[in-house]
């Protein structure tokens, strides 16, 4: 999902204390900073959290694209509000991952480098303004998907942030659906721009739960970790199952031939998405990737005078406040 | 010379005069920064009618090895608690 293909790390170690470990993940108990924990869960938690915060940030840039040009002053301001949001997302996010000894600017250097990744959906661009509405349909409505179970994950400062967030994703996915919804009542066009934006991000959005459980080698142990909860084709098959009647209502059309309900199982069959395609965007071919990650370099090499302007003055200040006493 | 801004915890008090709650933390170059940022980030829906930053690096936590040692003692004084005590009912209300 927003955390795509995260590795988990083998751990050695005592196998009592491990045990231990296990029996209070089990028993339904938080792990918290300072307790004993594996190696291996410190370490993919920090890959996990880490890469769904900068997901969070990197996010901000499809969306953002649309602020200056939103058509209407009110449709500005939900638009400002909601990437505003996607920036404390990823704010509670490092603050968690922080807490498991690394700090706010290895995660960004390690994003910056490329050794860290962020979701594959943000590497798609933004073309029209009915983009904008398939998004917080769609992209957040996927990332609801997700998050809302990670709220009982076994990390305390993780779990935590997941409930803030969770708290103000559903503007996020209602105000995208309403966006589009205008646009599939409008005129020919408007709805032909709304059905393009679907099309275009259907698939996409279909990736962001990983690849099938069949081919996602990294699930069992975060499972017992419970750092992942529910496997990437239970997500999936829960978000098509609610999109369509969604998209129903809008008179739109879901862009799969094969998708059916399944009286027997109780929910769509559907058409995976080209797997090829999402490993390409994970390695960083995707139609965006370099544009994303060069903004993203922009503004951190551009913000450094500012942070070190106001760390300085800040030393400054309390020297003089030192002297004063 | 690092430029990473320290770490302040934030504590926030909503509106029904409640204490003030930890909800999170944040980098923030001095304390007055800190009271700005948690502005931004911990109270965009009306959460909160007053903000304290407190520099994380100045909070002793207890250890999570003295768990039993500091709380267990309270387990066994059940006579602490109201329910404890019978009160017939034709007291009323106690
Ligand atoms: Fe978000
Ligand atoms: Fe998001
Ligand atoms: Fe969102």
């Not at chain 1, 409505?141 to 997700?146: C, E, R, T």
């Not at chain 1, 995208?176 to 991000?201: H, V, W």
């Not at chain 1, 559907?270 to 922009?298: H, I, Q």
Request: charged share 25%.
């Amino acid at each position: 999902m927003y955390a795509q293909m995260v590795k988990s790390e083998a751990t050695e170690e005592d196998p009592e204390k491990l045990a231990a470990f296990q029996a209070r993940i089990d028993a339904g108990e938080r792990i918290e900073p300072k307790d004993w924990m594996p190696e291996g869960y410190r370490k993919t938690l920090i890959r996990q959290i880490g890469q769904h915060a900068h997901s969070e940030i990197v996010g901000q840039l499809p969306e953002g694209n649309w602020i200056t040009r939103a058509p209407t002053l009110e449709r500005k301001a939900i638009l400002l509000a909601k990437v505003q949001d996607e920036a404390g997302h990823g704010l509670y996010l490092y603050c968690a991952a922080e807490t498991l000894g690394i700090s706010r600017d290895e995660l960004t250097e390690q994003l910056l480098s490329g050794k860290m990744k962020y979701s594959s959906i943000f590497n798609y661009p933004t073309l029209t303004w009915a983009d904008i509405g398939a998004v917080g349909w769609l992209v957040d409505g996927a990332a609801i998907m997700n998050q809302v179970p990670l709220q009982r994950t076994s990390f305390g400062p993780y779990a935590r942030a997941m409930v803030r967030i969770c708290k103000e994703e559903s503007f996020h996915q209602r105000q995208g659906y309403d966006l589009i919804r205008k646009m599939a009542e409008g005129t020919p066009e408007q709805k032909a721009m709304a059905q393009d934006a679907l099309n275009r991000f259907w698939y996409p959005s279909l990736m962001m739960f990983g690849p099938s459980d069949k081919d996602s080698v990294h699930s069992t142990q975060s499972m017992a970790w419970k750092i992942k909860i529910n496997t990437n084709d239970e997500l999936r098959q829960k978000f098509v199952d609610q999109t369509v009647p969604q998209a129903e209502f809008l008179g739109l059309t879901i862009p799969d031939e094969n998708l059916k309900w399944n009286e027997d199982k109780g929910g769509y069959d559907f058409s995976e998405p080209d797997w090829n395609e999402f490993y390409e965007v994970l390695k960083g071919n995707g139609p965006c990737n370099a544009d994303r990650m060069e903004a993203r370099t922009r503004a951190w090499r551009d913000g450094a005078w500012v942070r070190d302007g106001l760390m300085a003055h800040a030393r400054k200040q309390a020297t003089r406040r030192v002297a004063a006493e | 010379m690092s430029s990473e801004w320290p770490l302040w915890e934030v504590f926030i008090r909503g509106q029904h005069g409640l204490n003030h709650r930890h909800v999170g933390s944040l980098h923030a170059p001095d304390a007055e920064l800190a009271i700005r940022h948690a502005r931004d980030v911990y109270t965009r829906r009306n959460e909160g009618v007053s903000i304290w930053v407190v520099p994380s690096a100045q909070i002793t936590a207890s250890a999570p090895s003295e768990k039993g040692p500091l709380f267990e003692p309270a387990n066994d004084k059940v006579y602490r608690h109201p329910t404890f005590y019978d009160i017939p009912d034709e007291v009323g209300h106690m």
